[in-house]
C-alpha cells in the first residue's frame, strides 16, 4: 500500500509546510558541505538537488520510480538512478560525499544501506545526514514506540522511533561531534568511515 512517501504530489506538499516552519535550514546545512563526487541518497522528489554548490557533482540515488520522475524537474540535467541504499549500484569508493536527508527511518534494513554507503565512500570521503531518531525523553520514546505501525503504514515506511546514530556507528562511521546539531528528535551530523570494521 502507498503511502505520503510513495505520492509526490502529497509528499511535495508536507515538505514544503516543513521547509515554511524551519525545516529549511536543516536542508541546506546537509547539501552544503557537499564536495567532489556526490551521491543524494534517497533524493526523494529532488528537493535537494536544487541547492548544491558547483563544487558537488551530484548523482541522485531514489528508490521510488514516481519520486525519481517528479525529481527529474529539479535535477538540472543531473544523472538520476533508480536503486536501493541496500545495493547502491556503484563501484568501491564511487563518491567523495554522500548526502542522506530523512532516508535512514524508511530504509528496510538501515545497517545493510550504511555498510552499502561506507563502501562507495573513497577513504577519507564524508556521509553528511540529516534523520529524525527516537526520543531520548522516555515518555516521547515511548509515545513513538506505540504510533510507530500506525505511522509507517500512513507514510509508506517512516519508522519514527529508530536509533539512526546508533546505527551509522555500527556501520563502521565516526561521527564528528563538533558538526553534529541535535534539536528534539532532529540530528545534523557529518560522519567518516573507519577504516577498520571491525569498530562494530
Known sequence: MRGVEQI????????????????????????????????????????????????????????????ARRARGRAHGRPLVVARAESLPFRSGAFDTVVSSL?????RN??????????VLVAD????????VRSAWAPLARMQDLCQPLWTGVTGG????????????QAGFIIDRSSRRARGTMRCFTATPSADLSIR
Open 8 to 67: 509526490p504530489w502529497l509528499y511535495d506538499g508536507y515538505m514544503a509546510l516543513m521547509e515554511a516552519v524551519g525545516f529549511r535550514q536543516w536542508r541546506r546545512w546537509v547539501v552544503r558541505g557537499a564536495r567532489g563526487r556526490t551521491l543524494d541518497l534517497g533524493c526523494g522528489t529532488g528537493r535537494n538537488l536544487r541547492l548544491f554548490e558547483e563544487q558537488a557533482d551530484v548523482t541522485g540515488l531514489e528508490l521510488e520510480l514516481r519520486l
Open 158 to 169: 517512516c519508522h519514527p522511533n529508530r536509533e539512526t546514530e546508533k546505527v551509522v556507528g
Open 103 to 107: 532516508v535512514f527511518c524508511s530504509v
Open 110 to 119: 538501515p545497517e545493510q544501506g550504511l555498510l552499502e554507503v561506507h563502501r
Open 125 to 132: 570521503g564524508r556521509l553528511r545526514m540529516l534523520e529524525h
